[in-house]
């Protein structure tokens, strides 16, 4: 059973990979189905026949998803009258708001499928999700880009079309038709959490309060960018990104002050705390899937055998790229998230038994080996794809990562007493300015020190040794603890 859900999602994300280099016609995908059927009536290895099925089955998912925009939109030139309204929650910046829009008709001409066009507009007027717009100006089609770090080529075209973007408008004039057209649920969401923003800068100074909200909502839009840069510069960027990796490691904190009320119960109320938690973010599509990879993340801790954790890594990865297959190769995030994981479940247990001298007081030795196994995991990965090395990232993140959790609870004690007046907000806002200034001044102390950041040319290839050797390894040491828990018993 378990080889056979190996074997499927294996086929089914080579035959998205297969799709997304190669963009083969649907004869050639069909052709692959029909042997797979002649395989079957022959009665050969069903593991074969399993394979080529769910290649086919993911092929044809990408080319299902991958569709082009409608063509009345392609074929628009000039200035254009688009109407439609905002699907998302507009991305507010420091000096520009990029919204994503959902066209529904051009020059009185209705659209069909689902055609989205990213905005860059100015800070004002404020702009909301579900608000009805009539757009006007030059359509853009985006354009590759080369990285500054790495020299390597972004595919900032594939990165927007996995959201069904295929066109970019800059600074055009927007009139509102009407408003709160989106859906109910969504936009009760995205009232609370844009409250608790405007409570937690009533009741705390910046940029303190900025850095809050991006820990617990992932809004980076008011942190300073030399902050950003400081904190990317020492590898815990991860901390104001709701990323698989940092709320893997949150969800793990919220497991361990549950574990009072006993095994099932803390089970229930920490998976309720992570949903919770994604719905107040705002629910958008990559703090989904970071959030579902923390619960996952979370429930493999209470599995008592690990192969039955890989197999529910293996039925997550499949259900995520099913839902979008373009985010297997052009969504960094989930990549990372994925590593981060899989870190958790192979490296971690190897560990436990090599670090029995740090002291588990305050949790610091699962936080110090989650931490690590973490870092191991997905550092090769972040080399190819930044082209620089954080030299101090484990000691920062140990130094960090245990307050982050006290960081969020205090911070949401103080924006939601902040509902209620500044004054009672005052002892837990104050407690949460303590410890973000304590994680700045980390980030700060050790971005100082030389070398702090190294620009290493990470190529690919690189990156698939290094995964094989550690594969091997893993493999080898594992082999070796049940040979010595054999002969122990």
């Not at 404020?126 to 089609?141: F, I, M």
Request: hydrophobic share 55%; aromatic share 14%; glycine share 6%.
């Amino acid at each position: 059973m378990a080889a056979a859900i190996y074997i499927s999602v294996l086929g089914f994300a080579l035959g998205v990979l297969f799709e997304t280099f190669s963009n083969a016609s649907v004869f050639l995908l069909l052709l692959i189905f029909l042997i797979a059927v002649a395989i079957i009536v022959a009665r050969s290895p069903t593991i074969l026949c399993i394979f080529l099925l769910f290649f086919f089955v993911g092929a044809l998912r990408y080319e299902a998803y991958s569709k082009n925009p409608d063509p009345i939109l392609s074929d628009a030139r000039g200035k254009i009258e688009i109407t439609g309204f905002i699907s998302q929650d507009p991305d507010v910046r420091q000096d520009k708001q990029l919204i994503t829009f959902r066209a529904q008709s051009i020059n009185g001409k209705k659209l069909s499928g689902e055609n989205n066009i990213l905005i860059e507009a100015g800070l004002f007027p404020k702009r909301s999700y579900g608000d009805e717009l009539a757009v006007y100006g030059p359509l853009v089609s985006p354009r590759n880009f080369e990285d500054d770090t790495t020299g390597e080529t972004f595919d900032y075209v594939s990165y927007l079309q996995k959201d069904r973007i295929y066109f970019v408008m800059y600074q055009p004039i927007m009139d509102t038709i009407a408003t709160g057209k989106g859906n109910p649920v969504v936009s009760a969401l995205l009232f609370i959490k844009h409250a608790f923003e405007n409570s937690i800068d009533r009741v705390m100074s910046e940029p303190n309060a900025s850095l809050v909200n991006a820990i617990i909502l992932g809004e980076r839009h008011g942190v300073p960018q030399d902050i950003l840069d400081t904190l990317r510069k020492v590898g815990t960027i991860h901390i104001v990104i709701l990323s698989g990796y940092a709320i893997t490691i949150i969800a793990e904190s919220v497991r361990r002050f549950f574990s009072r009320f006993g095994f099932r119960t803390s089970l229930v109320l920490a998976s309720i705390s992570i949903i919770l938690f994604v719905l107040m973010t705002g629910a958008s599509a990559m703090v989904v899937r970071a959030g579902v990879m923390a619960l996952f993340a979370f429930l493999s801790k209470a599995i008592s055998r690990k192969h039955d954790a890989v197999r529910a890594l293996a039925l997550t990865v499949f259900l995520m790229v099913l839902w979008n297959p373009m985010i297997l190769v052009f969504d960094i995030s989930f990549q990372v998230s994925i590593l981060a994981v899989a870190g958790l479940i192979f490296i971690s247990p190897i560990f436990e038994n090599k670090f029995t001298k740090i002291t588990e007081k305050f949790g610091f030795r699962e936080i110090f080996i989650s931490t690590l196994s973490a870092q191991i995991a997905v550092l090769p990965y972040l080399l190819y794809v930044t082209g620089s090395l954080s030299l101090f990232s484990v000691p920062a993140n140990i130094l960090i990562l245990p307050i982050l959790p006290l960081t969020m609870l205090f911070g949401l004690f103080a924006g939601a007493a902040g509902f209620l007046s500044p004054i009672i907000a005052f002892p837990f806002s104050a407690i949460a300015y303590f410890f973000t200034s304590y994680e700045l001044f980390v980030a700060k102390i050790f971005s100082a020190l030389p070398f702090s950041s190294v620009a290493i040319p990470f190529p690919f290839w690189a990156v698939i040794v290094f995964y094989l050797l550690t594969a091997l390894k893993l493999f080898s040491m594992t082999s070796q603890l049940r040979l010595a828990k054999k002969s122990s018993t």
